[in-house]
């Protein structure tokens, strides 16, 4: 037999053998990462109804920590708590509580981080994961439309943050996550809205980074292009004809939830200020967009007209 096929045959095996051994180091080491930076501490997810809120706190919650689900529907919140109890040894975890929390109603606020403290008394974690999306021409949206997306990106993580900052101060620890869209860094045409809710609730926690530091609060960003929900979403992203939509690719399924809690916990445990998850080209849109702005606007500009000529085409 001839020896370079006999090495082959006996290559692939051993290949195969160390690729799973390695997805399985890996696998034990984030699950380890989980139990040690979670365990028995009090972490508050907002819209944990949605796909990433769900996938976090499953994590979170095998990982035993004292979680606080946040939602707009009760009967979906108990429902997922049911879940997570029922998916789970008893004599490690603790049973989730809920509180029912949207941000369109600012005036519910007060009574919500009240609600949120009276649970444990403190918390230590507060992932901000609840975001409102719009696209559309910017002449098209009204003012209210406008008010509803600060509402829900920006002045409701705002205020839920400052309302929990004085427990933590008070403790001298706590960690804030904000989820945040790669807008917070860059703008792209048709979500002037959004990018300007984006930008300002990044830069509301860039600031805020500073001026806890002393207390020992943490406070981190975490930028991605978008979390894909379905098989469905994912095609439609990848059909776009639109010249931006190639900043919002990430291999072919986008940024799954499971990779995005996987960063999460990371970011918790390593206590990373930012990090964006996003293939090359968003990331380097990044860096054209702060020293090459004109290349950047002009890049832009192009998508407009190019996305306006495949809507005439389509029309014809």
């Known amino acids: 037999m001839d020896p ?3 090495t082959t045959v006996l290559l692939v095996p051993c290949v195969v053998v160390l690729t799973a051994g390695f997805f399985y180091l890996y696998s034990f080491i984030v ?9 028995n501490k009090v972490v508050v997810i907002t819209d944990a109804l949605s796909g990433l809120g769900k ?3 499953g994590v979170f919650h095998k990982g035993g920590a004292r979680l606080i689900l ?15 109890v029922n998916a789970s040894d008893p004599t490690v975890t603790f049973h989730p509580k ?3 929390v949207d941000f369109s109603d600012m005036d519910s606020m007060p009574d919500v981080i009240a609600e949120i403290l009276d649970c444990y008394g403190c918390l230590d974690v507060l992932i901000l994961n609840s975001s409102m999306k719009v696209k559309a021409p910017a002449q098209s949206l009204s003012l209210e439309m406008d008010k509803l997306l600060m509402d829900n990106n920006y002045f409701g993580p705002v205020t839920l943050a400052k309302g929990v900052l004085p427990s933590m101060i008070s403790r001298r620890t706590g960690h804030l996550l904000l989820v945040n869209s790669i807008q917070g860094k860059i703008a792209v045409p048709f979500r002037t809205t959004y990018a300007a809710s984006k930008h300002a609730v990044q830069a509301f926690f860039d600031c805020l980074r500073a001026e806890v530091e002393e207390y020992g609060i943490s406070i981190s960003t975490i930028n991605h292009t978008f979390i894909s929900r379905s098989a469905s979403e994912n095609t439609g992203a990848a059909s776009s004809k639109s010249l931006w939509s190639l900043l919002y690719t990430r291999k072919p399924l986008g940024v ?7 960063e999460i916990v990371k970011t918790l445990s390593n206590k990373r200020k930012e990090v964006v998850i996003a ?3 968003p990331k380097v849109a990044v860096y054209i967009r702060s020293f090459f702005p004109e290349i950047f606007f002009a ?7 190019n996305a306006a000529a495949a809507e005439h085409s389509e029309k014809m």
């Open 70 to 84: 946040c939602g707009k529907t009760w009967e979906k919140l108990e429902e997922l708590a049911d879940d997570l």
């Open 55 to 57: 996938e976090c706190a």
């Open 279 to 281: 293939p090359s080209l």
């Open 256 to 262: 799954s939830p499971d990779e995005a809690a996987t």
């Open 4 to 6: 370079t096929w006999t």
């Open 98 to 100: 809920l509180v029912l």
């Open 299 to 305: 890049v832009m500009a192009a998508g407009v007209n």
């Open 31 to 39: 699950g380890l990462l989980t139990k040690t930076s979670v365990r």
